[in-house]
């Protein structure tokens, strides 16, 4: 066994973009463009930082989908997390705890990696990559000694 990449499924933040790409699209025609709402002015101006939102919201998910970078990264001898571009590497021998957990997300829940060894920390969320929660647990399994 090499090493095995876990990284963002491209599926996942290609809806994520259409959605937003589409609410921008149909909420700038609602409100410029359909008779209920082109004599509102306050919906004028409220729809501009909802766009603007909409659109750093794109532009996050772009930067994710052009980055080819893994997320989790496991060998024989560590486990590597990078997550905003902060990679932090833990060899198997210096972890105290590592446990997948599921937590409250607003309404929904998501599955988060937690790596703690004596000196440091890493959290990585699971839910948006292209391997399922039991993929990665299996993984660990194996690569852990």
């Not at 002015?41 to 409220?46: E, G, H, I, S, T």
Request: proline share 3%.
């Amino acid at each position: 066994m090499e090493k095995i990449e876990i990284k963002y499924d491209k599926k996942k933040l290609l809806l994520f973009i259409i959605f937003f790409g589409v609410c921008i699209i149909g909420s700038t025609y609602f409100v410029f463009f359909t008779d209920k709402f082109a004599t509102n002015q306050n919906a004028k101006f409220l729809i501009v930082p909802v766009n603007i939102f909409a659109l750093y919201m794109i532009f996050t998910q772009m930067k994710r989908l052009l980055d080819n970078s893994s997320i989790v990264t496991l060998t024989q001898g560590c486990i590597e997390i990078n997550e905003d571009g902060k990679p932090q590497t833990f060899s198997w021998t210096e972890i105290t705890d590592l446990r997948i957990e599921k937590r409250q997300n607003g309404k929904s829940e998501v599955d988060i990696l937690t790596i703690k060894s004596d000196t440091r920390t890493a959290e990585v969320n699971l839910s948006p990559l292209d391997k399922s929660v039991d993929d990665i647990r299996g993984l660990i399994g194996n690569y852990r000694p």
